[in-house]
């Protein structure tokens, strides 16, 4: 499986930014896609996920501010990403998981400046 993300960038705190995710590749089902961030000095952590059934969790930090979607025909994931802070700053990462591993994209770069 392989994964491309999109739309990393720099917004002003308080601003919003979407990324997306699609992979390819053999794909099979029952599966999960989400994010994580890993930020300078940080551990990485799970940011939200969305199963095939459309089951989501989310971190606490972005509860109410994030929110992930995903097209089951097109193998993509999204995330809308509002009232950003300086803390969300991080490398995101696209992940794809089903029964046998998780798969890991390349990256995609968030700074959020104050």
């Known amino acids: 499986v392989q994964l491309q993300a999109f739309g990393g960038g720099l917004v002003q705190a308080g601003g919003s930014l979407t990324l997306s995710c699609a992979a390819s590749?053999?794909?099979?089902?029952?599966?999960?896609m989400g994010w994580y961030r890993q930020a300078p000095g940080k551990q990485r952590e799970m940011v939200a996920q969305?199963?095939?059934?459309?089951?989501?969790n989310y971190a606490d930090s972005v509860k109410g501010r994030f929110t992930i979607s995903r097209d089951n025909v097109k193998i993509t994931v999204s995330l809308q990403m509002n009232s950003l802070e300086p803390d969300d700053t991080a490398l995101y990462y696209c992940?794809?998981?089903?029964?046998?591993?998780?798969?890991w994209g390349q990256g995609t770069q968030v700074t959020v400046s104050s």
């Open positions: 992940t794809y998981s089903d029964i046998r591993r998780t798969y």
């Open positions: 590749g053999i794909i099979s089902s029952p599966n999960a």
């Open positions: 969305m199963s095939t059934t459309g089951t989501t």
